[in-house]
């Protein structure tokens, strides 16, 4: 940054083509761009976009696989002052429209079909498109203005982005330039939408300050130039984001960027394109490990990658990856949306026991405490209590949410994580479960109280409980306590079927219990302890309910 401009996000493709030019810095599939080539296509997706009317400070929702042309649109938005607000690709018609209407997005863009999904049909699930004309005017999105898709050809009430380069060439350089130079650092930069312990996903505004985090980071990891970074992780999540889009930006990294995760895939990359940095979750780690014990790879020039392994489900695969995955040097961590990467973060010259066992060190900038939930007491070495985080890079705010932001905060401006640890004796953190009842399914944050809703809404269910199982696989699964009404009769099935297509495949539960009566306490809630326990008795092997705590 210079002396007396911050960063923008909508400057570092700039800055970085200026040092860089031709320095390989995207690839994705059979395209590869140099860092001058991504700075130009983010101008001419930055002028499309204007072609299209996007405004100063709209919202501009959006809704794609992991592709080159997320990365240019994505950097597009933010360098001409609109607020990206990124949508899970998972997501379906019912929780697109939850987005959609609570962020206030003035613009979708989307695919038309990705692989077997047909993206465009459940957006004319979601929303009435104009018979005539391309202008949105569907009064549950008084905001909404715009659909514009992805794809071969144009279609009915919609903009066509292929379509929108004819108008973007009567932009001029300077039009774009005068656009970029009115955004400030301290503006909305994104909204990006987080599940909670109540309700709907949420939406937590950033501003473009947060560069200062990654940069930070990029100084503790070591990451230069000289770094590939291969990103499998989903770009509209925090991790996949800020670790390798805006990692790659900041630092001139090369980034390799596949549509999804696949452990063959992977691991041949890493051997192809001599990739140094991955990071991932649980379950990456578990699938990588496998797939490069069943067939070997040369992974020489793996360095460094963030696998969080605090949890005591994570140890053990950690330990075994970092076996498997050598001379890969796994960092552990803590982060989250709400107070984004970095919160706690291994050293690169920690020893093993430290990488694989807990979750690292505070991060710049971050003041952590542990407290006993009931009492309010901070609480010392080996006491596990609720994590809570205070520092610049904490959140300010939930999108037109101010009773749940002023919920997760303490009086003294703590934020409340909701997130099980403890200290070490030698002062590292450990990470070991949630409070909440969030699940958190293969990297998923999933808001059980959601399906709950929806399953209450099928006209044989009386009540409903959502809660967490261990997987090996994916971390955390979803299981389904259904109570139905009198004289009604329905199966697992039709409990899965009244799900399908409105809500993510991921927020599926993966077991379903039909009970006559729920355990309840005093007060009339549900006793979710007692289901999970009755979870893991009836789908959980015995070994596999019993953990062991070994001390650091």
Same mark, same amino acid.
């Given at each position: 940054?210079?002396?007396?401009?911050?960063?923008?996000?909508?400057?570092?493709?700039?800055?970085?083509?200026?040092? =860089?030019?031709?320095?390989?810095?995207?690839? %994705?599939?059979?395209?590869?761009?140099?860092?001058?080539?991504?700075?130009? #296509?983010?101008?001419?997706?930055?002028?499309?976009?204007?072609?299209?009317?996007?405004?100063?400070?709209?919202?501009?929702?959006?809704?794609?696989?992991?592709?080159?042309?997320?990365?240019?649109?994505?950097?597009?938005?933010?360098?001409?002052?609109?607020?990206?607000?990124? @949508?899970?690709?998972?997501?379906?018609?019912?929780?697109?429209?939850?987005?959609?209407?609570?962020?206030?997005?003035?613009?979708?863009?989307?695919?038309?079909?990705?692989?077997?999904?047909?993206?465009?049909?459940?957006?004319?699930?979601?929303?009435?498109?104009?018979?005539?004309?391309?202008?949105?005017?569907? /009064?549950?999105?008084?905001?909404? #203005?715009?659909?514009?898709?992805?794809? +071969?050809?144009?279609?009915?009430? *919609?903009?066509?982005?292929?379509?929108?380069?004819?108008?973007?060439?009567?932009?001029?350089? +300077?039009?774009?330039?005068?656009?970029?130079?009115?955004? *400030?650092?301290?503006?909305?930069?994104?909204?990006?939408?987080?599940?909670?312990?109540?309700?709907?996903?949420?939406?937590?505004?950033?501003?473009?300050? =947060?560069?200062?985090?990654?940069?930070?980071?990029?100084?503790?990891?070591? @990451?230069?130039?000289?770094?590939?970074?291969?990103?499998?992780?989903?770009?509209?999540?925090?991790?996949?984001? /800020?670790?390798?889009?805006?990692? $790659?930006? @900041?630092?001139?990294?090369?980034?390799?960027?596949?549509?999804?995760?696949?452990?063959?895939?992977?691991?041949? =990359?890493?051997?192809?394109?001599?990739?140094?940095?991955?990071?991932?979750?649980?379950?990456?780690?578990?699938?990588?490990?496998?797939?490069?014990?069943?067939?070997?790879?040369?992974? /020489? /020039?793996?360095?460094?990658?963030?696998?969080?392994?605090?949890?005591?489900?994570?140890?053990?695969?950690? #330990?075994?990856?970092?076996?498997?995955?050598?001379?890969?040097?796994?960092?552990?961590?803590?982060?989250?949306?709400?107070?984004?990467?970095?919160?706690?973060?291994?050293?690169?010259?920690?020893?093993?026991?430290?990488?694989?066992?807990?979750?690292?060190?505070?991060?710049?900038?971050?003041?952590?405490?542990?407290?006993?939930?009931? $009492?309010?007491?901070?609480?010392?070495?080996?006491?596990?209590?609720?994590?809570?985080?205070?520092?610049?890079?904490?959140?300010?705010?939930?999108?037109?949410?101010?009773?749940?932001?002023?919920?997760?905060? *303490?009086?003294?401006?703590? %934020?409340?994580?909701?997130?099980?640890?403890?200290?070490?004796?030698?002062?590292?953190?450990?990470?070991?479960?949630?409070?909440?009842?969030?699940?958190?399914?293969?990297?998923?944050?999933? +808001?059980?109280?959601? *399906?709950?809703?929806?399953?209450?809404?099928?006209?044989?269910?009386?009540?409903?409980?959502?809660?967490?199982?261990?997987?090996?696989?994916?971390?955390?699964?979803?299981?389904?306590?259904?109570?139905?009404?009198?004289?009604?009769?329905?199966?697992?099935?039709?409990?899965?079927?009244?799900?399908?297509?409105?809500?993510?495949?991921?927020?599926?539960?993966?077991?379903?219990?039909?009970?006559?009566? %729920?355990?309840?306490?005093?007060?009339?809630?549900?006793?979710?302890?007692?289901?999970?326990?009755?979870?893991?008795?009836?789908?959980?092997?015995?070994?596999?309910?019993?953990?062991?705590?070994?001390?650091?």
């Amino acid at each position: 940054m210079t002396a007396d401009r911050p960063r923008r996000f909508g400057d570092l493709a700039d800055d970085v083509a200026a040092r =860089l030019p031709d320095r390989e810095g995207l690839v %994705f599939g059979s395209s590869r761009y140099t860092f001058r080539e991504v700075a130009a #296509r983010i101008d001419e997706a930055a002028r499309r976009l204007m072609a299209a009317g996007v405004k100063h400070g709209e919202h501009v929702a959006l809704w794609l696989n992991n592709s080159d042309d997320w990365i240019f649109i994505s950097f597009a938005v933010q360098k001409i002052g609109a607020v990206l607000v990124p @949508i899970n690709t998972r997501f379906r018609t019912r929780d697109l429209s939850y987005v959609l209407t609570q962020s206030d997005s003035n613009f979708l863009i989307t695919h038309d079909r990705s692989g077997p999904v047909d993206y465009g049909g459940m957006v004319r699930e979601a929303v009435a498109l104009p018979a005539i004309g391309d202008e949105v005017r569907d /009064s549950r999105y008084p905001l909404l #203005r715009h659909v514009i898709l992805l794809g +071969d050809a144009p279609q009915a009430g *919609t903009l066509d982005w292929a379509s929108l380069a004819r108008p973007a060439r009567d932009i001029s350089a +300077d039009h774009l330039s005068d656009r970029a130079c009115e955004v *400030t650092a301290t503006a909305p930069a994104f909204i990006m939408y987080t599940s909670g312990t109540t309700g709907f996903p949420k939406g937590v505004v950033r501003t473009h300050e =947060l560069i200062r985090n990654v940069e930070e980071r990029a100084e503790l990891m070591a @990451i230069t130039s000289s770094d590939t970074i291969l990103n499998y992780l989903p770009l509209f999540h925090a991790f996949g984001l /800020s670790e390798g889009a805006w990692m $790659s930006m @900041i630092t001139g990294a090369r980034q390799v960027v596949t549509r999804g995760f696949d452990a063959d895939e992977t691991l041949d =990359l890493i051997e192809k394109e001599h990739a140094t940095i991955i990071h991932g979750f649980e379950a990456h780690m578990k699938g990588l490990t496998e797939a490069q014990e069943a067939r070997p790879r040369n992974l /020489s /020039s793996l360095r460094t990658g963030i696998f969080a392994a605090g949890m005591l489900s994570a140890t053990p695969v950690v #330990r075994r990856g970092m076996e498997a995955l050598a001379p890969l040097k796994n960092l552990s961590g803590f982060g989250m949306t709400e107070v984004w990467l970095g919160v706690s973060l291994s050293s690169l010259d920690d020893d093993e026991t430290h990488r694989s066992e807990a979750s690292g060190w505070p991060g710049p900038g971050y003041e952590l405490r542990i407290v006993d939930e009931a $009492s309010g007491e901070i609480l010392g070495p080996g006491v596990t209590g609720e994590l809570q985080v205070r520092g610049w890079a904490v959140m300010k705010e939930y999108y037109r949410k101010p009773a749940e932001t002023s919920a997760t905060f *303490t009086k003294d401006g703590w %934020f409340r994580t909701g997130d099980a640890a403890l200290w070490l004796t030698d002062g590292a953190l450990r990470f070991l479960g949630r409070y909440k009842d969030m699940l958190k399914v293969g990297g998923e944050n999933v +808001d059980p109280m959601e *399906t709950e809703a929806l399953l209450l809404e099928h006209p044989a269910v009386q009540q409903v409980a959502v809660v967490g199982l261990p997987d090996t696989r994916l971390g955390e699964v979803a299981v389904a306590y259904v109570q139905c009404k009198e004289d009604a009769t329905i199966d697992a099935e039709d409990v899965l079927g009244h799900c399908r297509g409105k809500i993510a495949s991921f927020k599926l539960p993966r077991h379903v219990v039909f009970l006559e009566a %729920f355990p309840m306490t005093e007060s009339g809630k549900i006793k979710k302890t007692d289901l999970r326990e009755d979870a893991r008795k009836r789908f959980l092997p015995a070994p596999a309910m019993a953990n062991e705590t070994r001390e650091i």
